[in-house]
């Protein structure tokens, strides 16, 4: 049975929220074994141009960013294990048809290899296709502006991260479970609510869609951080509920975790939609800007939650903070 040391877990997660910590600012730690909460600790949020900071607690939600997008494969899987996608068909993105960008897969986009055109740049404006997509002239229909982008690479030739790529994903699913009498917002909200996030008790997590009635699958859901816990723990299972209901056909896990491309920049891997620490052999994480993590490792029967906001140059301080955290359970 895995252990945890948790007098080793205290003293990082004290470095993680001293107020001058190197990393930046933690909001939210939670660590599971075996599906217990063995730590859990909060911060104080920050004032932003949006409005006043003030206490984090269990109750508050904190926003995605890119883990959105793991969630964005939980919903596909369903789809999958359901029959109504099949990743290995070309992506059913009707503006392709016709086109070379017919050849690109489901799975190509699932896997960032889907060889379109896309700047995945958090800062600088000008260059930027996500900040254009998600702030700028892209914003009313995220799909369509990342799905009208040029084909730069023969599809599944070349790895590039790329949120445009998960919003194309969004809006297949969302035209697959589109219910009659319900515009696309609400067909996806409901799917969403009754197919995941209430299966799994996630009852916080709200979605957010862009006017077109997209999930803005690439960036935003709003959670508590226990209940990023829970989607930790669902694919820790495999896909499979706390009170054993299985909603993901059976290796999904695999799938999210099989092996796609090394990232060079962050030293880690890349599967479908998750990331890999390659310290960590089986392991998988939700990733999103300014720090937010999900870090699942099968071995150790751990899921490890971190929200907070740091600069991006500071990934690696916090995720080496992570691992140590991770380092002290044992299977």
Known sequence: MASIDLQAVGVTADALFAPDAPHGCSLALLVLQAGEVCYERYGMQPDTPFGPGGPVDADTTLISWSMAKSITHAAVGILVRDGLLDVAAPAPVPEWRGTPKEAITLQHLLNMRSGLHFVEDYVDEGV??????????????????AASLPLDH????????????????SRIIGDAVAAEGLSHHESMEAFLRDRLFGPLGMHSATPKFDDAGNFIGSSYVFATARDFAKFGEFYRHDGVTADGVRILPVGWMEHARAWTAHDDEGDLGYGAQWWLWPEFPGSLACHGYEGQHVVVVPDRELVVVHLGKRPAENAPLLQGQLATIIRAAHP
Not at 132 to 143: I, K, N, Q, T, Y
Not at 154 to 169: A, D, F, H, V
């Open 128 to 145: 930027s296709n996500c900040i254009e997509m998600l702030f700028g002239g892209g914003a009313a229909d995220v799909a369509a502006y």
């Open 154 to 169: 023969e599809p599944g030739t070349m790895w590039s991260y790329s949120s445009g790529t998960t919003n194309i994903i």
